[in-house]
T-cell receptor
Framework: NAGVTQTPKFQVLKTGQSMTLQCAQDMNHNSMYWYRQDPGMGLRLIYYSASEGTTDKGEVPNGYNVSRLNKREFSLRLESAAPSQTSVYFC?????????????FGDGTRLSIL | GDSVTQMEGPVTLSEEAFLTINCTYTATGYPSLFWYVQYPGEGLQLLLKATKADDKGSNKGFEATYRKETTSFHLEKGSVQVSDSAVYFCALSVGNNRLAFGKGNQVVVIP
């Protein structure tokens, strides 16, 4: 039962370095999402992809780019990391028809930028 | 825009106590409502959901009722266990299969 798989689980970067966070889902879901979680802030949506071939900005897209490589994979790239991007990053996916489709989350990537 | 408000601050209670976490929402239309739980070091897991007014979602002894008249979806459990210690998030659907999350409540259950 893999569900949503994120790699890596932990990463430390220096300011200015670049990094790609990987996410893959095996549930044949159309929609995928990237969030960041910071203390006291809840989850904030960075980017999402409603279907293969489309991506849209969320609440906090600045400093990030995404690629929906295929239906399974959705990557998040930091081109020039900044300390303000230290956070826990979660990927999620959802699919199916009708109201109330839940999102399924990976276990997160804990990213520290020095 | 559509949003969710959860009560401020952590919740600390003794084992077998009654738990309530308040959640109110602001939305146009008729959103679906969700509660997610996050255990330490893990991602969020769906706990329960409701898709229309007066629906009651339930799972693992937790319940929440979709109250349109009070725009609320409060989470309750009659007798908590230490294993229920986690962070709980309320969320609502905002279109395009997106969710808006509350800021979460840390629940600590003391033996």
């Amino acid at each position: 039962n893999a569900g949503v798989t994120q790699t890596p689980k932990f990463q430390v970067l220096k300011t200015g370095q670049s990094m790609t966070l990987q996410c893959a889902q095996d549930m044949n879901h159309n929609s995928m999402y990237w969030y960041r979680q910071d203390p006291g802030m809840g989850l904030r949506l960075i980017y999402y992809s409603a279907s293969e071939g489309t991506t849209d900005k969320g609440e906090v897209p600045n400093g990030y780019n995404v690629s929906r490589l295929n239906k399974r994979e959705f990557s998040l790239r930091l081109e020039s990391a900044a300390p303000s991007q230290t956070s826990v990053y979660f990927c999620a996916s959802s699919g199916g028809q009708g109201p109330g489709q839940p999102q399924h989350f990976g276990d997160g990537t804990r990213l520290s930028i020095l | 825009g559509d949003s969710v408000t959860q009560m401020e601050g952590p919740v600390t209670l003794s084992e077998e106590a009654f738990l309530t976490i308040n959640c109110t929402y602001t939305a146009t239309g008729y959103p679906s409502l969700f509660w997610y739980v996050q255990y330490p070091g893990e991602g969020l897991q769906l706990l329960l959901k409701a898709t229309k007014a007066d629906d009651k979602g339930s799972n693992k002894g937790f319940e929440a009722t979709y109250r349109k008249e009070t725009t609320s979806f409060h989470l309750e459990k009659g007798s908590v266990q230490v294993s229920d210690s986690a962070v709980y998030f309320c969320a609502l659907s905002v279109g395009n299969n997106r969710l808006a999350f509350g800021k979460g409540n840390q629940v600590v259950v003391i033996p």
